[in-house]
């Protein structure tokens, strides 16, 4: 079993920066590609970032330049540095495994992240 535990989240102000982690337990995390995923009130949960096994990154328009996505395998995290943050960033934030072949095959709980002055 793998399980997703995220940290990090709270209250920013706009143009503030927050650092979610996610921390993975077991020994095969190498093995996972890594995303986070957003759901704000009203709005379908949606992809920010993702990071393959190989260290490739994407990112959704909306936070590209303003975020960024990395994991240690050697501590078997994934985290996710949030710079610039606006209140339309405001929102439940999940940390997610994949596999190439089955898609997202697991969750955290979420944390939540708000963005107000």
């Known amino acids: 079993q793998v399980q997703l535990v995220e940290s990090g989240g709270g209250l920013a102000q706009p143009g503030g920066s927050l650092r979610l982690s996610c921390a993975a337990s077991?020994?095969?995390?190498?093995?996972?590609?890594m995303a986070w995923y957003r759901q704000a009130p009203g709005k379908e949960r949606e992809l920010v970032a993702s990071?393959?096994?190989?260290?490739?990154?994407y990112y959704t328009a909306s936070v590209k330049g303003r975020f960024t996505i990395s994991r240690d395998n050697g501590k078997s995290t994934v985290s996710l540095q949030m710079n610039s943050l606006k209140p339309e960033d405001t929102a439940i934030y999940y940390c997610?495994?994949?596999?190439?072949?089955?898609?997202?095959?697991?969750w955290g709980q979420g944390t939540q992240v708000t963005v107000s002055s």
């Open positions: 990071i393959t096994r190989d260290f490739i990154t």
């Open positions: 077991g020994n095969t995390f190498g093995l996972f590609g």
């Open positions: 997610a495994k994949s596999t190439v072949t089955s898609g997202v095959v697991g």
